[in-house]
């Protein structure tokens, strides 16, 4: 069966070429590189074309504010190779999103250490560079073939005036304490191997698209995790708001994470 999704020029794109796709686009593997275009369905109306490309387009200026080779924490971000009017090129991540790494595989603890350490270093440069994911989830994570870890996808992230105090922006709901509780997230899927789905918009009116952070009962239980009062601390504002001390070589500072220190703004 040919894939419903359809390339620039209108032509079926073939199953063998496709990554994957979110709401608003789809990712092919071209000569090695991972091409991500506007999601364009055969059935797909012009106007729902043209939003799909304007989204692209944003998370594009994302791509370039986050481009920083002279600071080391923007290696947690993968790589934009260029950027066309309707494509973006990234850097292919041979091993796959991290949400299918561990529904096949079990990572030690050293191994998730390492993830955490980097997954907070990055998180970390992406809010100096004035910006918020908003959308930190286990599928955006990204694995090279060292296992390094990276992320993708800032379809749906807020790039702010590069003046912003990050201590106090609230673009619709979404802050830094947000963008930290889905790390926490993140962190608990990595220990526990259970996905951990957090829904911001739950007790919402129809009419309300203001992001809320949901009450603590509404999160699973952290008792007997490992790390589980890291996760609590991201979940709660702790860990957001002043130190903590973990051990005496590993200290958390907001989402600094085992170590890992946020750089001045």
Not at 29 to 56: C, F, H, M
Not at 86 to 104: F, N, S, V
Request: with cysteine.
């Amino acid at each position: 069966m040919p894939s419903p999704f359809l390339d620039r020029q209108g032509n079926t794109i073939p199953r063998e070429q496709i990554l994957g796709n979110g709401a608003s686009a789809v990712v092919l593997l071209q000569d090695g590189v991972a091409i991500k275009t506007p999601l364009r369905y055969r059935w797909s109306s012009d106007y729902e074309v043209k939003a799909n490309i304007q989204s692209l387009k944003h998370e594009q200026d994302v791509y370039r504010r986050l481009q920083n080779h002279g600071d080391d924490r923007s290696n947690g971000v993968v790589r934009c190779m260029g950027c066309s009017a309707d494509a973006t090129q990234l850097a292919y991540m041979i091993e796959g999103d991290l949400r299918a790494y561990l529904a096949k595989s079990r990572p030690p603890r050293q191994l998730q250490l390492r993830w955490f350490k980097q997954m907070a270093c990055t998180l970390s440069f992406i809010h100096d560079s004035r910006v918020l994911v908003t959308d930190i989830a286990s599928r955006n994570f990204l694995l090279d073939s060292d296992l390094s870890l990276k992320i993708c996808d800032f379809t749906e992230a807020s790039l702010l005036p590069l003046d912003s105090d990050m201590e106090a922006v609230d673009d619709n709901g979404y802050t830094m304490r947000i963008d930290v509780g889905l790390l926490g997230a993140v962190m608990y899927e990595v220990i526990t191997g259970a996905k951990c789905e957090i829904d911001l918009f739950k007790d919402n009116s129809p009419t309300d698209g203001r992001a809320y952070w949901p009450e603590r009962r509404y999160l699973p239980s952290t008792q007997d995790i490992w790390l589980g009062c890291i996760i609590e601390g991201c979940w709660n504002g702790i860990n957001f708001c002043r130190p903590t001390r973990l051990t005496p070589n590993c200290q958390i500072t907001r989402y600094s994470i085992l170590g890992c220190h946020e750089r001045p703004a």
